[in-house]
């Protein structure tokens, strides 16, 4: 069975610092693109970033650059989302995906994770 688990989700002051990892089983890792996305309360999903297989690429929606990174670790299994400078706007639930580059940008994804509440106060 396919499954990605986020954790590092919490409760953050604006301006502050905070890390989501996703741990990936039952797939080829180094096979996916991996993707972060959220969905805001009331709101739709929306991407956030995306990192190839390699690492060689990423990119980001608009509101998150200069603020959020994106990595992996292959030889962990982990996708990692390093967001700083936090504002109340971010709040949201945070979800991991595996896919294509192409697809993940698109908001589109073959395995979702369950996501994690990441809430910045004023």
């Known amino acids: 069975q396919v499954q990605l688990v986020e954790s590092g989700g919490g409760l953050v002051q604006a301006g502050g610092p905070l890390r989501l990892s996703c741990a990936a089983s039952?797939?080829?890792?180094?096979?996916?693109?991996m993707g972060w996305f959220r969905r805001a309360p009331g709101k739709e999903r929306e991407f956030v970033a995306v990192?190839?297989?390699?690492?060689?690429?990423?990119y980001y929606r608009n509101s998150v650059k200069g603020r959020f990174t994106i990595s992996r670790d292959n030889a962990e299994n982990t996708v990692y989302l390093q967001m700083n400078s936090l504002k109340p706007e971010d709040t949201a639930v945070y979800y991991c995906?595996?896919?294509?580059?192409?697809?993940?940008?698109?908001?589109?994804?073959?395995?979702w994770g369950q996501g994690t509440q990441v809430t910045v106060s004023p």
């Open positions: 990192i190839t297989w390699s690492s060689d690429y990423s």
């Open positions: 039952g797939l080829k890792f180094s096979d996916y693109a």
């Open positions: 995906a595996a896919g294509t580059v192409a697809g993940l940008q698109l908001n589109r994804a073959d395995y």
